[in-house]
């Protein structure tokens, strides 16, 4: 079975699995960095039987020191994903609105406690509609299921480990945000600009289009270009670990399933004002 398999999920064979007496857990993810809720989206029509799980409340934690989107509480994290029906050993799907991104932190952050089977819609909720396929406005009931999260599935890269492997040689710390932010000309969102000094560049469109990624052969040929071999070291780091869960994933679809999440990601490098920042610098190496 290619790997692909095991990670993405495209609508008509989703459809099927639908079909079956005992489908797989479908979880709305749906997101937006600043409003309108995902939740409104959900409201508005969802994959039949899905259940809305909100990113920010249920599968993070609470902003802070550690970063806009750190790491859940365990203990909560397995209540709202049993309140959601995820079951021990049994399959989930999870989609968002299309870009791929919470619907990759989601499918992250299930593995990383400890539920290998999930996969992520590809191409989100609009590849459902645009396959023709039905969509629902009804709530489900799902019953409680009984999943327990083990924390610590996935690597996990904090401030230290990050500005480690940055320095690294080999290793790859890899900054998907824009050029303009990573070189501190803009920042949007943070309060600081620039980057993690020793970090290289490549911006998610590179890699993903559309929530939509392409064959393996190519994500290693991108990968690469920014210094990523079969034997390097390589993590991943954004605004906030929500896009770079995306590099995460297709690191994984290309062969790198040791691929290292930095959480807490540039909101919380910035958090500590003695921790350098890097400006400037070639968008890759």
Excluded: K
């Excluded at 819609?121 to 019953?143: E, M, Y």
């Excluded at 327990?148 to 690597?155: D, E, K, R, S």
């Excluded at 990050?162 to 080999?170: F, H, T, V």
Aim: proline letters at 11%; a negative charge; one cysteine or more.
């Amino acid at each position: 079975m290619p790997v692909t398999a095991d990670l993405l999920v495209e609508p008509d064979r989703l459809a099927a699995e639908l079909d079956h007496a005992d489908p797989p857990t479908l979880l709305d993810v749906r997101w937006r960095l600043t409003g309108p809720p995902g939740r409104d989206d959900y409201a508005a029509g969802h994959l039949p039987g899905a259940v809305f799980v909100d990113l920010d409340t249920e599968l993070c934690g609470r902003p802070g020191a550690a970063g806009r989107h750190p790491l859940p509480d365990p203990a909560a994290l397995q209540a709202a994903l049993r309140a959601a029906g995820v079951r021990a050993g049994h399959p989930v799907v999870v989609y968002d609105g299309g870009d791929g991104m919470s619907a990759a932190r989601a499918w992250w952050t299930l593995r990383w406690a400890g539920h290998r089977q999930v996969r992520v819609l590809h191409g989100g909720f609009p590849s459902w509609t645009a396959a023709g396929l039905p969509v629902d406005t009804s709530v489900p009931a799902p019953a409680p299921g009984d999943v327990t999260v083990a924390p610590g599935a996935l690597p996990v890269l904090d401030a230290a480990a990050a500005a480690r492997l940055a320095a690294a040689e080999p290793g790859v710390l890899i900054d998907v945000r824009a050029a303009p932010r990573y070189r501190g000309e803009h920042e949007p969102v943070d309060p600081v600009a620039g980057h993690v000094p020793g970090a290289v560049n490549l911006p998610a469109p590179e890699y993903v289009t559309q929530g939509r990624f392409p064959g393996a052969e190519a994500l290693r040929e991108r990968f690469g270009a920014a210094g990523v071999d079969a034997d390097a070291p390589v993590g991943a780091y954004c605004g906030s670990g929500v896009t770079a869960a995306q590099a995460v994933l297709a690191l994984h679809l290309a062969g790198r399933p040791d691929a290292a999440l930095y959480v807490g990601s540039w909101s919380e490098w910035v958090a500590d004002p003695d921790r350098p920042v890097a400006t400037g610098g070639p968008s890759g190496r």
